[in-house]
């Protein structure tokens, strides 16, 4: 079984930046696969980065050139740089981590954009 434990959100202004973690625990898989999805009151989900166990990376469209998603894998820990951020980007914003058989989400961080 795999825990996954997320920091980092909170309170920024617009223009400004964060950086969330998600640390992964338990029977971890070389084949894994992990990202950040997010989601505001009153939308569906949606995903926000993704990187792959090769460390190819994706982003959803709203993110893309203010976001970095990243990873080390010696802690099994993933990393989003969020930069330039704006209130629209306001959401809970949950880590997710994908292997084969395997499909686990962290309990959310709460991140709040707004001056």
């Known amino acids: 079984q795999v825990h996954l434990v997320e920091s980092g959100g909170g309170l920024v202004q617009p223009g400004g930046s964060l950086r969330l973690s998600c640390a992964a625990s338990?029977?971890?898989?070389?084949?894994?696969?992990m990202g950040w999805f997010r989601q505001a009151p009153g939308k569906q989900r949606e995903k926000v980065a993704t990187?792959?166990?090769?460390?190819?990376?994706n982003y959803g469209d709203s993110v893309k050139g203010r976001f970095t998603i990243s990873r080390d894998n010696s802690n099994y820990t993933v990393y989003l740089q969020m930069n330039s951020l704006k209130p629209e980007d306001t959401a809970v914003y949950y880590c997710?981590?994908?292997?084969?058989?395997?499909?686990?989400w962290g309990q959310g961080t709460q991140v709040t954009v707004s001056s």
């Open positions: 338990g029977s971890i898989s070389r084949l894994a696969g």
């Open positions: 990187i792959n166990d090769g460390g190819a990376t």
């Open positions: 997710n981590y994908w292997a084969p058989s395997q499909d686990v």
